[in-house]
């Protein structure tokens, strides 16, 4: 694997990048791969009315920009109020060769970087996740790198699992940043 990333915005003229990459749809079970190109059609949608959807964003070789290794971006969550104090992380994933290798935790890192940059108002960024056992390392990584459990697990219309949330506070780096990887954007 090369040491290095690089991160293409997705633009709704390219279309949904679960039907343009397939090996998108070997991130998750399919159930949530269908939640993930659902939202990302919802925010292209919104986007087209001029609502700011924030950023997906696929992860790629910077050598070949046509081979994706996997998808992630953030997203603006106002409160009820409409007040920005969160930024939610969309649909992060990397394609199993590229697990396990501290890349996952570079473009994590990335990202939190480039949300507080669009958003500096914001203080929380959060990760929105199935609570499930299934999960459980999932959410082990996530406390890991510096997000803490927030709140109690709640249904959602849209799973027919309970979600928890778990959060970091945006405007720090996370816990292992791409320097103790070795691995940076490019």
Not at 90 to 97: D, I, M, N, S
Not at 124 to 152: D, I, K, N, Q, S
């Amino acid at each position: 694997m090369s040491a290095a990333f690089s991160l293409r915005a997705v633009e709704p003229e390219d279309g949904n990048p679960f039907e343009r990459y397939p090996q998108l749809q070997t991130l998750w079970a399919p159930e949530r791969v269908l939640l993930a190109r659902e939202a990302i059609d919802e925010a292209f949608l919104d986007q087209s009315e001029g609502i700011d959807c924030g950023t997906v964003f696929l992860v790629v070789d910077p050598d070949k920009a046509d081979e994706v290794w996997g998808i992630t971006g953030f997203l603006p969550w106002p409160d009820g109020a409409g007040v920005l104090q969160r930024v939610g992380l969309r649909w992060h994933g990397l394609v199993v060769e590229h697990r396990g290798q501290g890349l996952s935790m570079a473009v994590l890192e990335d990202v939190r970087a480039r949300a507080h940059a669009r958003y500096p108002m914001a203080g929380h960024f959060v990760e929105f996740m199935p609570a499930t056992p299934e999960h459980a390392a999932t959410a082990e990584y996530f406390e890991r790198v510096g997000f803490l459990r927030w709140g109690e697990p709640e249904r959602v219309e849209w799973s027919d699992v309970p979600w928890q949330e778990y959060v970091c506070d945006i405007r720090v780096p996370l816990l292992l940043g791409p320097a103790a990887s070795g691995l940076a954007p490019s």
